[in-house]
């Protein structure tokens, strides 16, 4: 199967079916939905409801124990599909930076393209310093994340996964290992991707930024969808009575 081959009209991310066990614990039960091209799709719940999961399970970085992932109507669980080269188009930025310490963030930004895509270095790094600027951070190129704030360390993360052109972002709580003041600088380079139109699914505890910033809110829990909907009706008046007792809570 060519990865080449992307279907117009296809879902960005479609989910059929998807399982996941640890052992006998069943971590995700079924779970069925689509991202559309464009869309930004925000995920909330309790720890351990499996959202996590799910957004790793999306690249393969969780191997499923049943079910379907198709990443822009390809099927990515077919032994023929080259999985590396479809995650080139899927960006992923973590709770955690995962900078390369001994390395400037222009080496952090360059090493992927130059390995994966094959850049020469003058392309490399002409990518980089652009996609530098998009996360406000151009004259960061030198510094060593060690001298970077959280929240300069996880935009660096969020330009790093922005070099290799990727179709979509898929966000594993990015926020959640900041310090309150700096969280704002993060979400605002989230807001202006999805301004721009950047397919985003979002692991995430922020409630404004799911409200404000989100096409679709989806509250999961014991690794199945309770509830999905508009965010500002699901957060304003959820359905589900396991919603609304998390809601209870955070809000």
Do not use: W
């Amino acid at each position: 199967m060519s990865t080449d081959l992307i279907k117009v009209d296809a879902p960005a991310i479609e989910l059929r079916g998807l399982v996941k066990r640890f052992g006998d614990n069943e971590v995700l039960r079924g779970i069925d939905f689509t991202v559309r091209a464009g869309e930004v799709v925000c995920v909330i719940g309790p720890s351990g409801s499996g959202k996590s999961t799910l957004l790793r399970s999306v690249n393969l970085l969780e191997e499923p124990s049943d079910g379907n992932i198709f990443i822009e109507g390809i099927d990515i669980l077919d032994p023929e599909t080259d999985i590396d080269r479809v995650r080139t188009r899927i960006g992923m930025v973590f709770q955690s930076f995962n900078l390369f310490p001994h390395m400037t963030v222009l080496g952090n930004l360059t090493i992927a393209q130059r390995r994966v895509l094959k850049r020469g270095k003058a392309e490399a790094q002409r990518v980089a310093h652009e996609m530098l600027g998009r996360v406000g951070l151009s004259e960061k190129a030198d510094a060593y994340p060690s001298h970077l704030s959280g929240g300069q360390q996880q935009r660096v993360a969020i330009a790093r996964a922005l070099c290799m052109n990727p179709d979509m972002m898929l966000f594993d709580e990015p926020t959640s290992a900041l310090d309150p003041e700096l969280v704002g600088e993060v979400l605002a380079v989230m807001r202006a991707l999805a301004d721009e139109g950047m397919t985003m699914l979002v692991v995430t505890h922020e409630m404004g930024f799911a409200r404000e910033v989100g096409d679709r809110l989806i509250f999961m829990d014991g690794g199945v969808i309770v509830e999905e909907g508009n965010p500002r009706e699901v957060l304003a008046n959820p359905q589900h009575e396991r919603t609304r007792n998390f809601l209870s809570r955070v809000l």
